[in-house]
């Protein structure tokens, strides 16, 4: 499993300390595998041994399972997915169960790290996948820090990928799949995925929001037929259709009159590219890739000064960005 994770859920590593089981236990139960293994459980619990109350059997279950979501490469993860498996051969259904219950209840982080472990133990397993990717989907909506974000939308993208693989009979695998794309401005590949969508499910709300949302994007799928032809070379070709949107709303998305300066560039039309980048950095001014075509175009039309300051701004973004910011 990706650790891009395991950033998130350390903090819980503070809530647990690690006890040995007794030696007898092991000798008695055969568990050779677990001798020397560090049991974990919560720190609350620890105030019922203490007391001479011993700790339920279940807490250390859990606390195995909280282990494995939280780092699934601790080192005795493998001891504590073959116990697991020992006391209870259909451990996973259980701890879907469990995951299921805490999202319920609007525990998100604690219904993530469940449903991990329950991945690490069974990465196939259809019901943890599926509902891992709704919680992972809830909390990056939920969230106002970018990296985070994107790694738990990334987290989205590879499971409905897996989920695809594994049940393609699912109709809303590619319900979700469709706004995947949408999230990442990939409007031909949403087209498709809804559009399966709707070959396979029957009617509900779903349906019909997805209905209405392939009429919305028909303007989107187009314009990007459009600037893939620019980006592929087919310069005129590509203009003939984004030029098509230059007198409507559509021309207030960065990217329309970004890719129309591209092309202009290209085709040696510097004056109204100029005018098209500028409008594209209006709608998104920290963008390197507009500062660049910027520099190319006014290098062409002999502007230094221009040249040399979009040259200053495109330095001064590339050093503030994070290096993993687009991975």
């Given at each position: 499993m990706n650790g891009r994770l395991d950033k998130y859920f350390v903090k819980y590593l503070d809530e647990y300390v690690f006890l040995e089981l007794m030696p007898e236990y092991v000798k008695r139960e055969r568990l050779d595998f677990m001798r020397n293994v560090p049991m974990p459980?919560?720190?609350?619990?620890?105030?019922?041994?203490?007391?001479?109350?011993?700790?339920?059997f279940k807490n250390f279950t859990l606390g195995m399972i909280n282990i494995i979501g939280i780092n699934p490469s601790f080192k005795f993860v493998p001891q504590?997915?073959?116990?697991?498996?020992?006391?209870?051969?259909?451990?996973?259904?259980?701890?879907?169960?469990?995951?299921?219950?805490?999202?319920?209840?609007?525990n998100l982080e604690e219904a993530c790290i469940t449903l991990r472990a329950a991945l690490v133990i069974d990465p196939n397993n259809i019901d943890a996948l599926y509902n891992y990717m709704l919680v992972c989907r809830n909390l990056y909506s939920q969230s106002m820090n970018n990296e985070y974000t994107a790694d738990f939308k990334t987290e989205v993208f590879e499971s409905l990928i897996k989920l695809k693989e594994?049940?393609?009979?699912?109709?809303m695998v590619y319900y979700y799949m469709g706004f995947a794309y949408i999230n990442a401005g990939k409007y031909e590949e949403a087209q498709r995925e809804w559009l399966h969508y709707m070959e396979l499910s029957g009617p509900s709300e779903e349906r019909a929001e997805i209905e209405q949302r392939l009429d919305d994007i028909k303007e989107p799928v187009h314009i990007e037929?459009?600037?893939?032809?620019?980006?592929?070379?087919?310069?005129?070709?590509g203009l003939a259709i984004l030029e098509e949107y230059k007198s409507t709303s559509m021309m207030e998305w960065w990217p329309l009159p970004y890719y129309l300066g591209v092309g202009y560039s290209r085709v040696g039309r510097s004056d109204e590219a100029l005018e098209m980048l500028k409008k594209a950095l209006d709608g998104n001014p920290s963008s390197p890739e507009i500062m660049a075509e910027l520099i190319m175009?006014?290098?062409?039309?002999?502007?230094?000064?221009?040249?040399?300051?979009?040259?200053?701004?495109?330095?001064?973004?590339?050093?503030?960005?994070?290096?993993?910011e687009n991975i």
């Open positions: 459980v919560k720190k609350e619990q620890i105030g019922n041994l203490a007391a001479n109350n011993g700790i339920e504590y997915v073959n116990f697991l498996n020992y006391v209870n051969s259909d451990i996973n259904k259980a701890i879907v169960a469990v995951g299921l219950g805490l999202a319920n209840n609007g594994l049940a393609p009979e699912i109709p037929k459009g600037y893939k032809m620019v980006i592929g070379g087919d310069w005129e070709e175009v006014n290098n062409a039309l002999g502007d230094e000064v221009n040249a040399e300051k979009y040259t200053r701004k495109l330095e001064i973004i590339r050093s503030r960005s994070d290096p993993g």
